[in-house]
């Protein structure tokens, strides 16, 4: 694939718990065509899943059932993963229920890009580095960058 692209999920500003995962993947579309095909669709959806979901420290690991019907109509999320009945501690009937969110909110937009990009292909990029077990997690005093 002709693109490298990568991106950061959680606070990589360090403004809050400064928790992130950093991604690495290669496409066949470049940062812009992806961007530009998500922002397409979240006209169609009428709701920007960037913004309304995952966005609170310790977020709800479900969509709300609003958000969830818009997922379904376009057919970019499966009903299997829809709850049928509320969860005494989980999601409430009608959302999709997230198993493994970080991942999954990933895998999501890009089924929303796909939808105005269908040719989309992407995976994860392996870096093919080694870790130099001496400075991992060394300096903690000096890493904290918020305020």
Not at 20 to 32: G, L, M, P
Not at 45 to 53: A, M, N, P, S, T
Request: proline share 2%; glycine share 8%.
């Amino acid at each position: 694939m002709k693109y490298n692209i990568g991106f950061t999920l959680g606070d990589p500003g360090g403004d809050g718990h400064a928790c992130t995962t950093d991604y690495h993947i290669v496409a066949n579309h470049s940062a812009d065509e992806i961007s530009k095909a998500y922002k397409e669709t979240t006209k169609l959806l009428g709701f920007d899943f960037i913004k309304e979901v995952g966005v609170d420290f310790q977020s709800d690991y479900w969509i709300s059932e609003k958000f969830t019907k818009e997922l379904l109509k376009l057919g970019i999320i499966d009903e299997k993963y829809v709850r049928e009945l509320d969860a005494e501690w989980g999601a409430p009937a009608g959302c999709y229920e997230f198993d493994y969110a970080e991942e999954e909110f990933v895998d999501l937009y890009f089924a929303i890009v796909k939808y105005s990009l269908p040719d989309l292909e992407w995976s994860s990029r392996d870096l093919e580095e080694e870790t130099l077990w001496d400075l991992y997690g060394a300096a903690y005093g000096f890493t904290y960058h918020g305020e």
